[in-house]
């Protein structure tokens, strides 16, 4: 967790003057994008993607598959509806270079495909990519038998010499750090000779809303997915191998990046309304409905979308947030608001995030005045009034999104490289100047 001295520039958050009335329209998800794009990469035959993201991550996504020769254009919907990704899949070439700068989904779903290739793909990134971790996957496609150069640390940079196929079956691995070490290869599983069948086993494993959003999309590419929820074997997931089918699918609004503007309304007592919220999900930001109807506000999902409303109050919460761990900086962020202390838990596996979530989030709100610990597996956050400073960032757009919540309350917080919230939210800014009628 190092201050980055390459973005010193500072962005002054602005501060609420009263309760936000607004409507934000939240681009697309980051999941289920850089999903969507592996699924179709894979496909037997074409298929659209329409209101992709694009953001750094789903941009690193495109390229890297198109690297590998997959055709990826620009173009209206089948309905001439929105803007859309066609996507052309080819045979997967090699020799191929990848830079999955820090994209999580990147470093670990794109290695099996690689190993599908014709041809070397060398995967490299930022050096926080160095950091983390990815031997689920690599030990698991050696197991495979697929062939891949490392430096022996069981992270990047690597080489995937890809030999046009893959064998494929049964496969341990501990997920314990990261849910995509899972999802990672079930996406490619259904194109390995035997399929794959992947057993988790270690500690508790992490966001598994992620896993089933895997296994949902994976279904509706018409593959055969066995898992624990359906009557299996617990950590037990099983793709059979087969054809995927191209789709036309619209890519939901990316609801933990609606969580700032959520945040907005519930620290200021105001109303945020995220039209397209989806009725059913498995994006682990449905949960804010949840996390932030405790924490002092309603809401109420209509026709117009998700309207979240702020009742004045913002209280302390005691929560497990394992399985919807990307919302933690942000949760934190509302707690140091709060009325009372919270006890964040269940989300050890942040220090090996963007960055070390649980010490950044510890020293930048602190540094403002905050009384927040970390504990062995979370925070625990006491409320203590809150005064103007630098907000810190790591290179973590969710910690950008985080000091942008506290700078609403408290007045002279500014925040250190707000340009990283690039990775999932490029229009950040733009759309938090909006909601606050700027
Ligand atoms: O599969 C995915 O799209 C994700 C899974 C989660 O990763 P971890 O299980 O590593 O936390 C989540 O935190 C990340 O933002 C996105
Ligand atoms: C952990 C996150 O991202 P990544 O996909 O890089 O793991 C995140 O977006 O909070």
Not at 207 to 213: C, D, E, L, Q, Y
Not at 281 to 287: L, S, W
Not at 330 to 345: E, K, M, Q, Y
Request: with cysteine; aromatic share 4%; glycine share 12%.
């Amino acid at each position: 967790m190092t201050v980055n001295p390459t973005h010193t520039a500072l962005w002054p958050a602005p501060h609420a003057s009263g309760a936000v009335a607004a409507t934000v329209h939240v681009p697309g998800s980051k999941s289920v994008t850089n999903r969507a794009l592996v699924l179709a990469a894979l496909a037997a035959e074409p298929g659209w993607l329409r209101r992709p993201l694009r953001s750094r991550d789903t941009l690193l996504m495109a390229a890297a598959l198109r690297a590998m020769d997959v055709g990826i254009e620009e173009g209206v919907g089948p309905d001439g509806s929105g803007e859309a990704w066609r996507v052309i899949p080819s045979g997967l070439r090699g020799p191929a270079t990848v830079d999955v700068g820090n994209a999580g989904t990147v470093m670990r779903f794109l290695p099996p495909v690689a190993a599908l290739a014709d041809g070397p793909i060398r995967f490299d990134g930022d050096p926080r990519s160095y950091e983390r971790p990815l031997h689920g996957v690599i030990d698991a496609l050696r197991a495979l038998g697929a062939r891949i150069d490392d430096d022996g640390r069981g992270a990047l940079p690597l080489t995937v010499h890809g030999a046009g196929a893959v064998e494929g079956g049964q496969v341990e691995i501990d997920a314990s750090s990261s849910s995509q070490f899972v999802s990672a290869l079930l996406l490619s599983g259904a194109r390995f000779n035997q399929g794959v069948e992947v057993r988790h086993v270690g500690s508790a494993l992490p966001s598994m809303p992620h896993i089933r959003m895997t296994v949902d999309m994976l279904r509706a590419c018409g593959a055969q997915v066995d898992t624990p929820e359906a009557g299996g074997e617990p950590n037990v997931w099983r793709v059979a191998p087969g054809a995927l089918l191209g789709r036309d699918l619209t890519v939901e609004p990316d609801l933990s990046n609606a969580q700032p503007f959520l945040a907005a309304a519930l620290i200021t007592g105001g109303r945020v309304t995220v039209p397209d919220w989806p009725a059913r999900t498995t994006q682990p930001g449905d949960a804010l409905r949840r996390i932030f109807t405790e924490m002092g506000g309603s809401c109420e999902l209509t026709e117009q979308g998700l309207t979240f409303t702020g009742s004045g109050s913002v209280h302390g919460i005691d929560v497990d947030l394992s399985e919807v761990g990307e919302l933690t900086p942000g949760i934190a962020a509302v707690a140091a608001l709060a009325d009372s202390p919270s006890t964040l838990r269940g989300v050890a596996h942040l220090r090996l995030h963007e960055t070390d979530r649980l010490a950044a989030l510890t020293k930048e709100i602190n540094e403002l005045g905050g009384d927040v610990t970390e504990t062995a597996d979370g925070l625990h956050i006491r409320p203590r009034p809150l005064h103007g400073g630098v907000f810190h960032t790591y290179d973590d757009h969710r910690m950008a999104t985080a000091g942008a919540i506290i700078g609403l309350a408290v007045p002279g917080v500014q925040i250190e490289n707000v340009a990283t919230t690039a990775k999932t939210l490029p229009d950040f800014p733009e759309l938090w100047a909006g909601m606050l009628g700027n």
